[in-house]
């Protein structure tokens, strides 16, 4: 049987992404190739909350794992979806190696995602 080993939440204003889409520099500082939007048609309020829940999604995780954002690259946690546009949070690197040694190779990482005009937050809870 599983038991929950940490939880987290975040909110982040989607306001404070207007000026990272502009600035690619900033985008790949912070954010996985992987969840980088190509698509050139997203309108900048799209980006913006694009890029915020993912950023409260890897704050989120950060306070599951009782670490904060210290110890790896923000650009290891990064959030996917799978077949059916489900997120989850995939974890590499640095990241991965803090994780398995809180809860070893077996353990799972749950996210919910949401964001509306002006906010968006992330809920993460791992397992193991």
Known sequence: MSSVLGIGCDIAGVERFRKWVSSPAMIARFFN?????????ASEQRLCEHYAVRFA???AFSKALGTGLSGFDLRDVY????????????????AREVLEKICGKNCSVHVSLSHEKEYAMAFVVIEG
């Open 33 to 41: 190739s992987k969840e980088i939007l190509s698509d050139s048609s």
């Open 57 to 59: 999604a890897k704050e």
């Open 79 to 94: 959030i996917v979806k799978d077949k059916n546009s489900r997120p989850f949070i995939a974890v590499q690197g640095r």
